[in-house]
């Protein structure tokens, strides 16, 4: 199992741009995709983004792409997701995520793909 850690949520104006942090520890970091999910007030979790855990291959959800950013530092064990250009309907709780599955040949985007949640960190984008 491993733990994860978000920081970097916060309030921020239409247009701006913040950058979420997930620290990984517990197990080998960079054997496992990692992933991006959120959820806002009233709405089911829905995926974001992820990164595969070898060759930094990405994958977005429409409503993101181009905008937001997903990669990984191997050596800190950690995970970021850049957001530019939010938007008001990004306001949701973001949550991370590590892959279930060691040395994942593809990139997993289901919930249940993944085993090991951070605890959220709230993202409000206001006008």
């Known amino acids: 199992q491993v733990q994860l850690v978000e920081s970097g949520g916060g309030l921020v104006q239409a247009g701006g741009s913040l950058r979420l942090s997930c620290a990984a520890s517990?197990?080998?970091?960079?054997?496992?995709?990692m992933g991006w999910f959120r959820q806002a007030p009233g709405k089911e979790r829905e995926f974001v983004a992820a990164?595969?855990?070898?060759?930094?291959?990405?994958i977005y959800t429409d409503s993101v792409k181009g905008r937001f950013t997903i990669s990984r530092d191997n050596a800190k064990n950690t995970a970021y997701l850049q957001m530019n250009s939010l938007k008001l309907e990004d306001t949701a709780v973001y949550y991370c995520?590590?892959?279930?599955?060691?040395?994942?040949?593809?990139?997993?985007?289901?919930?249940?793909?993944?085993?090991?949640w951070g605890q959220g960190t709230q993202v409000t984008v206001s006008s």
């Open positions: 995520a590590a892959d279930r599955t060691q040395l994942r040949a593809g990139i997993p985007t289901g919930q249940a793909d993944f085993g090991s």
């Open positions: 990164i595969r855990w070898s060759d930094g291959r990405t």
């Open positions: 517990g197990r080998t970091f960079s054997n496992y995709a």
